[in-house]
């Protein structure tokens, strides 16, 4: 069985407040894109993961990695040999961990089928992760785990995701955050959160990564219609209005970064 590990960005990302137990309030829209890490699984006698990729070393110890621990919290009657593709780049805001997980859910959901406290199990894993076993355009509060459905109007919508290949750990943006409320998440649907909502974490993030500022200035520069940082950074994107403003955008955007990470997609 073979499954995609969406790219998960967050069109919108507003942080409300600190809670007692040391995380953060959030609202947020979560949107995937068409591409990402890709899983393939095969029924074996016991559990096994085989990490291969362009960023395959940035993952360490695989027995520490999150796929290893889903595999861990899904009962099955038969191990599964995993292999992941790793082609997002690590500690980029696109969820690529949490999206591996949620990967994971849907093959076993789809071989076996889930337990009933399946949103619970991946809730421990991380945040993100019951988003991303849906991978599907909604909004989440709480931490991130409540999740609310929207009907989307961004599906097909040209996405570019560009970093700039500065890792950043979630835990120092968070850290550098303002601690302002600057309010919460706009109503109606995506496309008008998207465009009235912001990313609370970003100037965080570019007082730790200048870089990321380059990035979202050429995103600009080259016509996307909306430009925003994605989750706790350092990777942007940007929407466009059809391919071939997206194809000129990459394209420019490659000769005067050429070191920079790409993946060109669209909006699920």
């Excluded at 076993?108 to 406290?117: A, M, Q």
């Amino acid at each position: 069985m073979i499954e995609t590990a969406y790219a998960k960005i967050n069109l919108a990302l507003h942080v409300r407040r600190r809670r007692a137990d040391g995380y953060h309030e959030i609202e947020t829209l979560f949107a995937f894109v068409d591409d990402g890490d890709m899983l393939t699984t095969r029924m074996r006698d016991r559990d096994s993961l085989e990490i291969s990729g362009e960023f395959a070393p940035a993952l360490g110890d695989p027995f520490g990695n999150i796929v290893a621990r889903a595999l861990g919290v899904l009962p099955r009657p038969e191990g599964l040999a995993v292999m992941l593709q790793k082609n997002l780049p690590v500690a980029a805001g696109l969820g690529g961990g949490s999206a591996d997980a949620g990967a994971l859910f849907r093959l076993v959901r789809e071989g076996f089928g889930l337990p009933g406290d399946w949103r619970l199990r991946a809730a421990r894993l991380g945040a993100d992760v019951p988003a991303c076993v849906l991978s599907e355009t909604c909004i989440g509060r709480g931490t991130g785990t409540d999740l609310e459905p929207v009907e989307n109007d961004l599906a097909g919508m040209p996405v570019l995701l560009v970093n700039p290949r500065v890792p950043m750990a979630t835990g120092p943006v968070f850290a550098a955050w303002d601690g302002i409320d600057h309010g919460p998440l706009p109503e109606g649907p995506p496309s008008e959160i998207a465009r009235l909502g912001r990313n609370d974490l970003e100037p965080a993030a570019i007082g730790l990564a200048p870089e990321i500022r380059i990035v979202l200035d050429a995103l600009s520069a080259w016509g996307a219609s909306l430009v925003r940082m994605s989750g706790s950074g350092a990777s942007c994107f940007g929407l466009f209005a059809d391919d071939a403003a997206l194809e000129r955008a990459a394209e420019r955007i490659a000769q005067g970064h050429p070191q920079w990470w790409q993946m060109r997609g669209r909006l699920r």
